[in-house]
């Protein structure tokens, strides 16, 4: 089985959707817009997703899409 890192599957990508910049709030006590790391900001931006997402809200509001 071959392990891949976050890091690496966030290199591989394509593109990332630029909206997920407007993603702000916190995760785990810590304001995502303030992370300075691209690599943790980029994790931070997942997390937040999945937790919005799972409580319901959608991918829009989310990204503050209107």
């Given amino acids: 089985m ?3 890192t976050f890091e ?3 290199a ?6 630029p909206a997920r910049e407007r993603i702000t709030g916190t995760i ?3 304001r995502i817009e303030g992370i300075e790391e ?3 900001r ?3 931006y ?3 997703l ?3 997402l799972a409580t319901g809200r959608t991918m829009g509001k989310v990204c503050r899409e209107g």
Avoid at 12 to 17: C, E, G, K, V
């Fill in 12 to 17: 591989a990508a394509p593109a990332l959707n």
């Fill in 38 to 40: 691209p690599l943790m």
């Fill in 46 to 48: 997942l997390d937040k």
């Fill in 28 to 30: 785990c006590g810590v």
């Fill in 42 to 44: 980029e994790i931070r």
């Fill in 50 to 52: 999945v937790d919005e």
């Fill in 2 to 4: 071959r392990r891949t």
């Fill in 8 to 10: 690496q599957l966030s």
